[in-house]
Nanobody, 123 residues
Framework: QVQLRESGGGLVQAGGSLRLSCAAS????????MGWLRQAPGKEREFVAA????????YYADSVKGRFTISRDNAKNTVYLQMNSLKPEDTAVYYC????????????????WGQGTQVTVSS
């Protein structure tokens, strides 16, 4: 299995930027596709972005496409989420996720996730 630890959340103003990091331990990091999910109070968990094992492909929710960028550094066992042009509706707890087998269109079918980090965007 793999353990995940998110960091980098905080409070920012609308239009600002924030970069989240997720450090992984356990099985080799490169064995997993990785992703980011988020959940706002009272709402269901939502897919944000995903990246394949060797970063050959990335996937984004329509709501963040063009604003967010997912990347990974397998040598550092870390995945990142760069968030630009933040909007109040981006406010949520963001979770890092690991996929043993990533299937496009089934991004909520992950195997491991972290404790989450709070992102709050003020207007």
């Amino acid at each position: 299995q793999v353990q995940l630890r998110e960091s980098g959340g905080g409070l920012v103003q609308a239009g600002g930027s924030l970069r989240l990091s997720c450090a992984a331990s356990g099985r080799p990091f490169s064995s997993y596709a990785m992703g980011w999910l988020r959940q706002a109070p009272g709402k269901e968990r939502e897919f944000v972005a995903a990246i394949t094992r060797s970063a050959g492909a990335t996937y984004y929710a329509d709501s963040v496409k063009g604003r967010f960028t997912i990347s990974r550094d397998n040598a550092k066992n870390t995945v990142y989420l760069q968030m630009n042009s933040l909007k109040p509706e981006d406010t949520a707890v963001y979770y890092c996720a690991a996929y043993r087998n990533l299937r496009v269109g089934r991004f909520l079918e992950y195997d491991y996730w972290g404790q989450g980090t709070q992102v709050t965007v003020s207007s």
